[in-house]
């Protein structure tokens, strides 16, 4: 049996992208390594397993090349309207795709998170 466990995000200040991630999920830290040359900080939402991995290189400089972004990361929600609202306050929603009724948020090192309504 394969279960997924995390994904991965290189973050380049933590604090920042803890903030980012409270603020606009609701996400909060599940658990932290910290060692000499990094720091990783898994965060979740308490209603799955599936935690998002946040890993600080402490002696990065430069942002990080996504390339493309051509990947993202997706929530299913049932506060779909009231998070738009609050994402749109927060200037940080980067696209919207009214033709499928879904949008995206940026964070701050550029990577895209899917907002998507539960649908029935």
């Not at 830290?29 to 990094?38: G, I, K, L, N, S």
């Not at 400089?61 to 990361?73: A, M, R, S």
């Amino acid at each position: 049996m394969l279960k997924f466990a995390h994904m991965n995000f290189n973050v380049l200040d933590l604090e920042r992208s803890l903030a980012f991630y409270r603020e606009t999920l609701g996400l909060e830290p599940v658990r932290t390594v910290d060692r000499e040359a990094f720091t990783i900080c898994y965060i979740g939402n308490g209603d799955s397993d599936f935690v998002l991995e946040l890993t600080y290189m402490k002696d990065r400089k430069e942002p990080y090349d996504l390339g493309e972004c051509e990947f993202h990361l997706a929530f299913v929600t049932d506060e779909f309207e009231a998070l738009r609202e609050k994402h749109r306050a927060m200037g940080v929603i980067c696209f919207e795709n009214s033709d499928m009724g879904i949008y995206f948020i940026e964070d701050p090192d550029g990577y895209w998170i899917e907002l998507v309504p539960r649908r029935g």
